[in-house]
């Protein structure tokens, strides 16, 4: 019993830290189990460094799993400054032009991840105080007084994270259709990004797969 225990707090812990947590998922109910010959992979956020990382991590698990996938980040830049740099160009002729950038490549899936929502979360957490001497109540002022300034009292302190709401969509180039989408919701603190990224690589390529939106 003890064991059992032991395991399941140990199980708890290791769900409890994780920084990231598939909040659902749906995919087309007659939609066929497919291997496609190259997935573009498309994180839509002007900031190119986070693109780069979480882009290339959900590419390399692919294809660790045995299905192809290629980042974006260098051959779609302009993801996500549309108003910026499209403000001339109608909505038709913008179509067009991303169908042909994407038949240029070769993708017949594109794989495209976005912000649906940003919030934060505050936390305190409770002061310590750690004694390195043995209580001297029954001494005189100065064996006191060793004792108490040998103890060390750490202020509580507020920590505050972000949380990231992301939903991520598969979609068949050809058809045009969606075939697979997902909402995860991901706590950012200041631990490293590559950390949360491979997370969220992870998770949504498991329910992926595990869906069959996506076949090796």
């Avoid at 708890?12 to 010959?37: H, M, N, V």
């Avoid at 779609?76 to 042909?100: S, T």
């Amino acid at each position: 019993m003890k064991n059992l225990i032991l395991y399941l707090t140990l199980v708890i812990g290791l769900f409890s830290c994780r920084s990231t947590q598939l909040l659902g998922s749906w995919k087309l109910e007659d939609a066929p189990s497919k291997q496609y010959k190259d997935v573009g992979v498309v994180l839509v956020t002007p900031n190119m460094s986070t693109r780069s990382i979480i882009e290339s991590d959900i590419a390399i698990l692919l294809a660790e799993k045995g299905v192809k996938a290629s980042p974006t980040f260098d051959v779609f830049p302009f993801v996500a400054k549309k108003n910026e740099l499209f403000e001339d160009i109608d909505e038709e002729k913008l179509q067009q032009y991303a169908r042909e950038r994407v038949e240029k490549m070769g993708f017949d899936a594109i794989l495209m991840i976005a912000l649906l929502n940003k919030d934060t979360e505050s936390q305190y957490h409770q002061g310590s105080s750690i004694s390195f001497a043995v209580p001297a109540y029954q001494t005189n002022y100065y064996g006191y007084y060793q004792y108490v300034y040998s103890t060390i009292q750490a202020p509580g302190y507020y920590s505050v994270k972000s949380i990231f709401t992301l939903e991520s969509n598969l979609y068949e180039v050809e058809s045009e259709q969606l075939i697979w989408t997902a909402q995860t919701k991901t706590k950012k603190d200041a631990s490293s990004i590559h950390k949360e990224s491979k997370e969220f690589a992870n998770i949504i390529v498991q329910d992926m797969l595990k869906k069959e939106a996506l076949v090796p």
